[in-house]
């Protein structure tokens, strides 16, 4: 009973170093990818250079509903009931003007958010094709993000080098069409 046991313990053993030999497994360290890739660097500057845009003119509607309702508080005792409804609808509606500038230009569903998802959808297609290229070419069977959880990585299967090499050669291919 003691042989069998240690004997299947063994062939355990021994089946799952030959099964984990067979398999190739690289890391890539996504963080650095976005720092050193142009593409996410210029998206970013783009997106943030349109969300300046938006906040300045955020800003300017903010700053004339806030004279309309200054000029309102001075003249409202001195004026008639039918001058200050007119005026109190006309704060109201700037304000669900401003409201709605708001929501649609950077609330979930707003212009700049879907600028962002679009670009990031474009950018992490052509690292996911750099991905599946490298990792077809140097026969690995899996490629993880070490930047999530990898707390070790043996730099000898750090393909990240690799994959940014892959993305370079994508931004000279589609200058030169």
């Given at each position: 009973?003691?042989?069998?046991?240690?004997?299947?313990?063994?062939?355990?053993?021994?089946?799952?170093?030959?099964?984990?030999?067979?398999?190739?497994?690289?890391?890539?360290?996504?963080?650095?990818?976005?720092?050193?890739?142009?593409?996410?660097?210029?998206?970013?500057?783009?997106?943030?250079?349109?969300?300046?845009?938006?906040?300045?003119?955020?800003?300017?509607?903010?700053?004339?509903?806030?004279?309309?309702?200054?000029?309102?508080?001075?003249?409202?005792?001195?004026?008639?009931?039918?001058?200050?409804?007119?005026?109190?609808q006309k704060i109201a509606e700037k304000e669900r003007a401003l409201q709605n500038f708001q929501a649609e230009k950077v609330g979930p569903e707003g212009?700049?958010?879907?600028?962002?998802?679009?670009?990031?959808?474009?950018?992490?297609?052509?690292?996911?094709?750099?991905?599946?290229?490298?990792?077809?070419?140097?026969?690995?069977?899996?490629?993880?993000?070490?930047?999530?959880?990898?707390?070790?990585?043996?730099?000898?299967?750090?393909?990240?080098?690799?994959?940014?090499?892959?993305?370079?050669?994508?931004?000279?291919?589609?200058?030169?069409?």
């Open positions: 009973m003691r042989k069998t046991i240690m004997y299947v313990t063994i062939m355990a053993g021994l089946l799952t170093s030959a099964l984990l030999a067979e398999i190739k497994i690289g890391f890539v360290q996504s963080d650095r990818i976005r720092s050193e890739y142009e593409e996410f660097k210029d998206a970013e500057a783009q997106l943030q250079a349109e969300f300046r845009n938006v906040q300045m003119e955020y800003q300017i509607q903010l700053m004339a509903l806030d004279s309309l309702k200054n000029s309102f508080e001075t003249q409202r005792l001195m004026s008639s009931p039918e001058w200050r409804r007119e005026r109190e212009v700049l958010y879907q600028k962002q998802a679009q670009m990031e959808f474009e950018i992490l297609s052509k690292v996911k094709r750099a991905v599946d290229k490298v990792a077809a070419e140097k026969g690995y069977d899996y490629i993880i993000d070490g930047s999530v959880s990898l707390l070790y990585g043996n730099p000898a299967f750090d393909v990240t080098d690799d994959i940014l090499y892959e993305l370079r050669k994508y931004n000279i291919s589609e200058k030169d069409q």
